[in-house]
């Protein structure tokens, strides 16, 4: 069955504009997960979904981050006023219930975000 | 505070060497999951495994093993006979098994390189 998909896969921006990256995750997962890989460091979590509600956004790093999820599937994760500090791989990841334990998530291919 | 620490950075061996990547994990919770995904070069984080804090079972897949051992909270990965297409970024991650976020934790990954 289909995976998680993203797009773009490849973005480059210009310092100061803003972005929206787009999640896909797998059919009938309620839980969604947005997390940034930097060049030679690990994941770094940003927000996790259930349904369309967020309960942790803890990783978001400034207020230039935000993130919706509408009817329970696609999600948009969006970067106002983007720094060259955002310039990171961007993975989304869902699972089937992510309640109140670690279920198995599945990445998508992820989104290279590039600030010039 | 949940951490994720993969000591080896990089490895590199020749084909058909067994190598094994470390991880060690600290958490305050009693229970907990633990995983491994694999990042090849095309980028998409493919998961491998998850275990559960009550069992210290190891686990042998094909060429691939684990040994968990809460005693000194590690969650350790073996592949025998390593072939060149275990090329890739191995990622240990820690995340919750009952409550709390769940988002997971991950290491900064090892480097695999299996040279021909």
């Known amino acids: 069955g289909a995976g998680v998909s993203q797009s773009p896969s490849n973005k480059v921006t210009e310092k100061g504009k803003d972005v929206e990256l787009r999640c896909d995750p797998i059919s009938g997962h309620t839980a969604l997960y947005w997390y940034r890989q930097s060049l030679g460091q690990g994941l770094e979590f940003l927000i996790y979904?259930?349904?369309?509600?967020?309960?942790?956004k803890s990783g978001l790093p400034s207020d230039r981050f935000s993130a919706e999820r509408t009817g329970g599937s696609v999600s948009t994760l969006t970067i106002q006023r983007t720094q060259q500090e955002d310039s990171a791989v961007y993975l989304c990841a869902s699972s089937p219930t992510g309640q109140g334990h670690a279920d198995t998530q599945y990445f998508g291919p992820g989104t290279r975000l590039t600030v010039l | 505070a949940q951490k994720v620490t993969q000591a080896q950075t990089e490895i590199s061996v020749v084909e058909k060497e067994d190598v094994t990547l470390d991880c060690v994990y600290e958490t305050r919770d009693t229970t907990y999951y633990l995983f491994w995904y694999k990042q090849p070069p095309s980028g998409e984080l493919v998961f491998l495994i998850r275990r559960n804090s009550f069992d210290e079972q190891n686990e042998i897949s094909g060429r691939y093993s684990w040994n968990f051992q809460k005693s000194t909270s590690s969650f350790n990965f073996t592949i025998t006979a390593s072939q060149v297409v275990d090329s890739a970024v191995y990622f240990c991650a820690l995340g919750p098994l009952r409550g709390g976020s769940e988002k997971l934790v991950f290491g900064k990954g090892t480097k695999l390189t299996v040279n021909p």
């Open positions: 979904f259930q349904g369309n509600s967020a309960p942790d």
